[in-house]
């Protein structure tokens, strides 16, 4: 089993939609989790990180389901410059920078 | 800029040549990734420098591949006698702390294409 899985899709909606992807990982201690956006044949961006608590901004929801061992994305009122690869990235030892370990990642695909 | 700037942005290599790979990470940035991507995958992890030491180098595949951060600043990515295999986007990345948990930020990575 990977240490961090996502649909790859493509998830293909349309303006306005809402769309949320899940992501599950397999290392109950994993600590720290983020969100990245990578666009096509571009560097991945720093997008949200995602917290205990849940956190929102703006029109990106992260959250975590420690028990289910996942945490999602949901994208409300999705634009066209949402179109992107989002990659879930999962640290399973705060305090050690080289385990970060990133999905496959979900392409998601806003037309018109 | 400011960014993370990698050199060269491509190479075509001939299978069994010699690659280097610069990275000039943020400035003031301790840590710096290697990571290598694979066309419809995500970055896998290759190695670790905080400061010119190499904390983990648990991710490169094979002893054909070597790093280097000599003075804690720029960092070298080495590909002894390439493989096809090889190809793929070679994605640096810096960031400010070491704990893992700060953001990281990639370069435009390096595409290898070994014919």
């Known amino acids: 089993r990977k240490e961090v899985e996502q649909d790859p899709g493509p998830f293909n909606v349309p303006e306005g939609a809402t769309v949320a992807f899940n992501c599950t990982y397999s290392?109950?201690?994993?600590?720290?989790f983020f969100w990245y956006r990578q666009d096509c044949r571009k560097e991945p961006k720093l997008l949200m990180s995602?917290?205990?608590s849940g956190n929102e901004d703006g029109r990106f929801t992260a959250q975590l389901n420690r028990a289910s061992q996942y945490i999602s994305l949901l994208i409300r009122d999705s634009k066209l410059s949402d179109s992107a690869t989002y990659l879930c990235?999962?640290?399973?030892?705060?305090?050690?920078?080289?385990?970060?370990?990133f999905g496959t990642g979900t392409r998601l695909q806003v037309t018109l | 800029g400011a960014g993370v700037s990698q050199s060269p942005r491509y190479k075509v290599a001939k299978r069994g040549q010699d690659v280097a790979l610069r990275c000039d990470p943020i400035?003031?940035?301790?840590?710096l990734f290697w990571y290598q991507q694979a066309l419809g995958q995500g970055p896998e992890f290759l190695t670790y420098?905080?400061?010119?030491?190499?904390?983990?180098k648990s991710g490169l595949p094979s002893d054909r591949f070597f790093a280097e951060r000599p003075e804690g600043s720029v960092s070298t990515l080495k590909i002894q006698r390439t493989q096809q295999e090889d190809s793929a986007v070679y994605l640096c990345?810096?960031?400010?702390?070491?704990?893992?948990?700060?953001?990281?930020?990639f370069g435009e990575g390096s595409r290898l294409t070994v014919l």
């Open positions: 990235v999962v640290n399973p030892e705060t305090g050690t920078a080289s385990k970060l370990t």
């Open positions: 995602v917290y205990s």
């Open positions: 420098f905080q400061n010119e030491a190499q904390l983990d």
């Open positions: 990345a810096s960031s400010f702390g070491t704990s893992g948990v700060g953001e990281l930020f």
């Open positions: 290392n109950s201690a994993s600590q720290s």
């Open positions: 400035s003031g940035h301790v840590s």
